[in-house]
């Protein structure tokens, strides 16, 4: 499983997930894989997260290759033309979990992308945006939402209304991130499933910044 959290303020915005991953043997056992990078960047303005199955995290380093050769920069073309790829890309990969999957956990894909567009305009202050590319199913075709404030995948209640009080409240990033780490860190300690580095990304309106904490 992945945990992944993500929220927006006037300011930045800031997303942080975790690097553990789960492995299905065709037996049916579980293995768990640490270490696993999840957060890529995927053009100076532009990051995609990874949640759901692992095969996500292989589809979004063939997407980093694709936007890069192709030279795309601004968010609003690194979105859409990621959702092309990733659904022609899930097209033939559904093909190929028709036959091996042996766990629904692995169809479930979530690509959460954040960003920022510096140059919206010389009267319009650039903000941060947040979108998720989602396909929960084989049969289900990758769907495209906007994210206006607030995101957790898996769904954490409580962890989305202390940060849509953070958001409300206009925090400051550094607040953020520790109240998604206090999180995360508790969250591992009851699951398995959930672990170290986390790492976290702020978009502001000055810079792209990474940040990981190894426990």
């Known amino acids: 499983m992945t945990q992944l959290a993500v929220v927006r303020t006037?300011?930045?915005?800031?997303?942080?997930?975790?690097?553990?991953a789960i492995q299905y043997s065709d037996e049916g056992e579980?293995?768990?894989?640490?270490?696993?990078?999840?957060?890529?960047?995927?053009?100076?303005?532009?990051?995609v997260a990874?949640?759901?199955?692992?095969?996500?995290?292989?589809?979004?380093?063939?997407?980093?290759?694709?936007?890069?050769?192709?030279?795309?920069?601004r968010y609003?073309?690194?979105?859409?033309?990621?959702?092309?790829?990733?659904?022609?890309?899930l097209r033939f990969l559904r093909t190929k979990l028709a036959f091996e999957s042996k766990h629904p956990d692995l169809e479930r894909f979530y690509f959460v992308f954040c960003?920022?567009?510096?140059?919206?305009?010389?009267?319009?202050?650039?903000?941060?945006?947040i979108h998720v590319v989602i396909s929960e199913e084989l049969n289900q075709p990758a769907t495209l939402l906007e994210i206006e404030s607030v995101l957790t995948i898996p769904r954490q209640v409580s962890l989305e209304y202390r940060l849509m009080q953070a958001s409300m409240q206009n925090r400051k990033a550094k607040e953020l991130i520790r109240m998604m780490l206090v999180y995360f860190r508790n969250l591992a300690d009851a699951v398995d499933d959930v672990g170290p580095p986390y790492q976290f990304v702020v978009v502001?309106?000055?810079e792209v910044s990474f940040?990981?904490?190894d426990s």
């Open 76 to 89: 609003e073309d690194v979105v859409r033309r990621s959702v092309v790829f990733l659904r022609e890309r």
């Open 10 to 20: 006037k300011e930045a915005a800031v997303l942080g997930v975790d690097s553990m």
């Open 50 to 73: 990874i949640a759901g199955s692992g095969y996500g995290v292989q589809l979004a380093e063939q997407l980093r290759h694709h936007v890069r050769k192709v030279g795309l920069w």
């Open 115 to 129: 960003g920022i567009d510096r140059f919206a305009g010389e009267k319009k202050l650039p903000k941060p945006e």
């Open 30 to 47: 579980i293995s768990y894989v640490q270490n696993i990078t999840k957060l890529l960047r995927l053009a100076p303005d532009t990051v």
């Open 211 to 213: 940040d990981c904490a």
């Open 204 to 206: 502001g309106r000055d």
